[in-house]
T-cell receptor
Framework: GENVEQHPSTLSVQEGDSAVIKCTYS??????FPWYKQELGKRPQLIID?????GEKKDQRIAVTLNKTAKHFSLHITETQPEDSAVYFC??????????FGTGTRLQVFP | DTEVTQTPKHLVMGMTNKKSLKCEQH?????MYWYKQKAKKPPELMFV???????INESVPSRFSPECPNSSLLNLHLHALQPEDSALYLC???????????FGPGTRLTVT
């Protein structure tokens, strides 16, 4: 079955710097890749997603890139702010309702 | 309404109790999900309902019993739970075939 690896497990950056989180998936049939942000004690929040027919998608300070050949996708956050501090989960899906989640990255943004 | 709501927020139950978790959405979504999340782990899929029919059961023990009374409501009936079942239980919903899942705030369950 599908497996999603996520790195790094923790990431600390200075406010204003960029942060990059990478995920690798195993099944080439996967075609939907969402990213979720989960603040402490809160629900996972869908922040951006990308489908396999697109290589990059941006939404203000957040961007996601997809390399289907290498089977990896990345989340890029520019001009980080303290409120970006959270756990970020990547996920992959193969045209089904089932999302396979990565193990999560704890991002800390220091002022 | 663009939210998924869940009740209760917190639940403490003994191993012999029967309780239910409730989830509601009014976004017209026709797929609804139950997840279990342990601390510092990703959400773990338990059940999926599509058009009010159970479509995925991830080999969940029978002490967890899902129910989808209508397209807006999803329940999770709990009976004879174990302490290791203590976790955050998340509900989510999505349009069928778009796969964009939106989560509720969760129910923090403690089994004593």
């Amino acid at each position: 079955g599908e497996n999603v690896e996520q790195h790094p497990s923790t990431l600390s950056v200075q406010e204003g710097d960029s942060a990059v989180i990478k995920c690798t998936y195993s099944d080439s049939a996967s075609n939907y890749f969402p990213w979720y942000k989960q603040e402490l004690g809160k629900r996972p929040q869908l922040i951006i997603d990308i489908r396999s027919n697109v290589g990059e998608k941006k939404d203000q300070r957040i961007a996601v890139t997809l390399n289907k050949t290498a089977k990896h996708f990345s989340l890029h956050i520019t001009e980080t702010q303290p409120e970006d501090s959270a756990v970020y989960f990547c996920a992959a899906s193969m045209n089904t309702d089932k999302l396979i989640f990565g193990t999560g990255t704890r991002l800390q943004v220091f002022p | 309404d663009t939210e998924v709501t869940q009740t209760p927020k917190h639940l403490v139950m003994g191993m012999t109790n029967k309780k239910s978790l409730k989830c509601e959405q009014h976004m017209g979504h026709r797929a609804m999900y139950w997840y279990k999340q342990k601390a510092k782990k990703p959400p773990e899929l338990m059940f999926v309902y599509s058009y009010e029919k159970l479509s995925i059961n991830e080999s969940v023990p029978s002490r967890f019993s899902p129910e989808c009374p209508n397209s807006s409501l999803l329940n999770l009936h709990l009976h004879a739970l174990q302490p290791e079942d203590s976790a955050l239980y998340l509900c989510a919903s999505s349009q069928v075939l778009t796969y964009e899942q939106y989560f509720g705030p969760g129910t923090r369950l403690t089994v004593t």
